[in-house]
């Protein structure tokens, strides 16, 4: 610098400043206008370019300015001619290749020294490495486009506002759409005017809130909701999120992002309506189910005789409906063995038939285990005596018997009561006491009171625990049974002690207590008049069938069979059916034409779709002219029964006919 100083008389001489200069973190340079050599450099040019101070110096300001980038190079020569001719300051930015290869972007200040005589001499300027912050500037450029985006394709409304001012800076373009007002209509309203159009009832909650809003910015807090006037008079609900920040000069603006919730709203007031009807149905419920107590609790004696009566239809029932199922089956099996042309598969089809069959016989004797018919024939001590060699076959449970023969001294409720409840002790012997053996004594001990034990010495139970959970050991239903018999039951047991359990009732019970009395529901059963049914299938195998199952139903009556669906139409009109199980596919008129012309005759009708498969197009076909229900042929034949009942009952709600 001291041979630039002695070689240029228009330096300076102060060597003080230069000793500054050279502690710049700018790189400074002057290069010559008239050699273009790079008259002075300091030592910050090395970490700003990358070159060394000697590097530049021998390369000239021609070839420093070629490693300026290519498309900043014309800029950068413009803003320099510029200099010359106008002689003022420029500040140029552009991306400058380093020693390594790689570019950094430079800003340039730089400016003419002029001679004595105003002549311009030299170039002198500073060097800036400006990188980081125009990778800063990118980054805020890229998060600025993502925000407008936000605020452009968000569908909730997004606001901001100058409090200073008191104006709207931003308004997205979903505000229009959430206010109904446009965008020059919200600015022109500006805050107090949309704030104006708060309902009343919550006017000073939104007041309040936008205070504390702006007194304490930067704090998070959950939204507001209000209802707010629309341009066209609505009123809708909104839900306000508003949150403010100062910006670097100090002033507060108000950021508002509004969602419209009044669906929401409307939903949570039908949940609240809906759930104010469950508690008032849970009321009645309830009401009913203490009055429907007290009423069981004095039918107790009833229920028993209901219960046994129930499982002698069970037992006729469960014969009769798993025959049915097994008859079913057996029925989609020989419709199959007349499809099947290979030997193999109709050998295994008729193995299938033959098991179905012995199916059927085996269900028979489930009816003995559910009601044993010497119970009401032999009495009580030969039905323990099955009771134990069933369990001794089943079980493997050795029952050991001390039984009095009382024949028919014993009641038939009496004999009942014990029966079940032997029945279910024994079970629990076999579930819970761990022990193959078990003992079951019958006596009278005096005229008028027969008394039964049942006793194991197994791992026994605690007995208030046991009683609790009953659920485990069927305990209390049947001490309730037992004392309904006008009897009582004592439980002898502790853990590791076996258990003994006593049950003492009348022979017989009085007079008043053998009338019995049929239950309202029977009562209500007996006046309901039989679902009258009509069955159209072409399918003769299939057809008998299903006739075959409607009429075992005592509340079924079939009135016709049709072949075909004109037939069906035909029939239709002369019987009156209350329900038409109608197939889908028939020939010469299908279920859809055939259930369109019963029902615009008898729209009263209620028709049931039958179709081999359950998805089936006809059966939407078979909806669109008015079918109440369908069900498939293959399926559960208690399914049909309960759909017919249904039908009759109209519990199913029946789509409208569709031209």
């Keep these: 610098m001291r041979e630039i100083r002695n070689s240029e008389p228009y330096l300076p001489e102060d060597i003080s400043i230069w000793q500054v200069i050279g502690q710049l973190s700018d790189a ?19 970490a700003v370019t990358g070159f060394g101070r000697d590097e530049l110096q021998s390369m000239g300001m021609d070839q420093v300015r070629q490693r300026i980038h290519p498309q900043d190079r014309e800029q950068y020569m413009a803003r320099i001619r510029a200099l010359e001719s106008e002689q003022e300051s420029q500040t140029i930015q552009y991306r400058w290749q380093r020693k390594d290869g790689s570019y950094s972007w430079i800003q340039d200040s730089c400016s003419l020294l002029h001679d004595e005589q105003g002549r311009p001499q030299a170039l002198v300027g500073t060097w800036r490495d400006i990188s980081e912050q125009k990778a800063t500037q990118q980054i805020l450029q890229q998060a600025s486009q993502r925000l407008e985006r936000v605020i452009r394709f968000s569908l909730d409304g997004i606001e901001q506002v100058n409090v200073k001012t008191n104006t709207f800076d931003v308004i997205s373009p979903s505000m229009e759409r959430l206010t109904g007002f446009t965008r020059e209509e919200l600015l022109a309203m500006g805050p107090d005017g949309k704030a104006a159009r708060v309902h009343p009832d919550h006017q000073q909650a939104y007041r ?17 909701e209000y209802l707010w006037q629309k341009k066209d008079g609505e009123w809708r609900w909104f839900s306000d999120s508003q949150r403010a920040a100062r910006d670097e000069e100090g002033n507060i603006r108000m950021v508002s992002v509004l969602r419209d919730v009044t669906d929401n709203k409307r939903a949570e007031e039908e949940l609240r309506e809906s759930e104010e009807r469950l508690k008032n149905l849970n009321e009645v419920l309830e009401q009913r189910v203490r009055e429907r107590t007290l009423r069981l609790r004095g039918m107790v004696l009833e229920m028993t005789r209901v219960e046994e009566r129930e499982r002698r239809r069970l037992s006729q029932l469960l014969h009769d409906h798993l025959q049915q199922l097994l008859a079913a089956a057996r029925m989609q099996i020989n419709m199959l063995q007349g499809q099947i042309q290979d030997k193999s598969h109709a050998q295994a089809l008729e193995q299938v038939d033959n098991l179905l069959e012995e199916s059927i016989a085996e269900s ?31 079980y493997g449970l050795q029952v050991n018997l001390d039984i009095e ?17 032997a029945r279910e002790l ?21 005229g008028n009171v027969v008394q039964m034990q049942i006793s194991d010495e197994g791992k026994g139970m605690d007995v208030s625990q046991a009683e609790q959970q009953d659920g485990h050991y069927g305990l209390f239903s049947i001490r309730e049974r037992i004392e309904a018999l006008d009897g009582s039951v004592e439980i002898d047991s502790a853990p590791g002690q076996g258990t003994r359990i006593t049950l003492t009732a009348p022979l017989r019970l009085s007079e008043t207590e053998q009338q019995p009395t049929a239950p309202p529901e029977k009562e209500e059963e007996a006046e309901r008049k039989p679902v009258r049914v ?44 209350d329900v038409v199980l109608m197939d889908v596919s028939m020939p010469d008129m299908d279920g859809v034409e055939a259930t369109k012309q019963i029902l615009a005759a008898q729209p009263d009708t209620w028709v049931i779709g039958l179709s081999m498969y359950e998805q089936d197009a006809m059966i939407a076909k078979m909806r669109q002219v008015g079918a109440g229900d369908y069900v498939a042929k293959g399926g559960d034949p208690a399914e049909l029964i309960e759909a017919v009942r249904r039908g009759a009952r109209r519990e199913t709600r029946r789509p409208e006919p569709q031209p």
């Design 28 to 46: 400074l340079y002057v290069s010559s206008l008239f050699t273009g050599e790079i008259v002075c450099l300091n030592s910050a040019c090395k």
């Design 208 to 224: 309040d809130y936008m205070t504390r809003v702006i007194e304490q910015p930067d704090q998070v807090r959950p939204p507001l």
């Design 364 to 394: 028979r004797s489930l009816t003995a285990e559910l009601s044993p018919p010497m119970l009401y024939s032999s009495g009580l001590a030969p039905a323990l005596q099955w009771l134990a060699e069933n369990m001794r076959q089943h």
């Design 405 to 421: 023969d009382l024949g028919k001294q014993v009641s038939e409720e009496m004999r009942v009561g014990l029966f079940q409840a």
């Design 426 to 446: 024994l079970f629990n012997v076999v579930k819970h006491a761990g022990v193959d053996r078990a003992g079951l004594s019958l006596h009278r001990p005096d």
């Design 534 to 577: 009509l069955l159209a299938d072409d399918h003769d195998i299939v057809r008998q069938g299903l006739a075959r199952l409607l009429e075992e139903e005592p509340d079924i009556e079939l009135v016709a069979e049709a072949n075909s669906g004109r037939a069906a139409v035909e029939l239709a009109q002369s019987t009156h059916p």
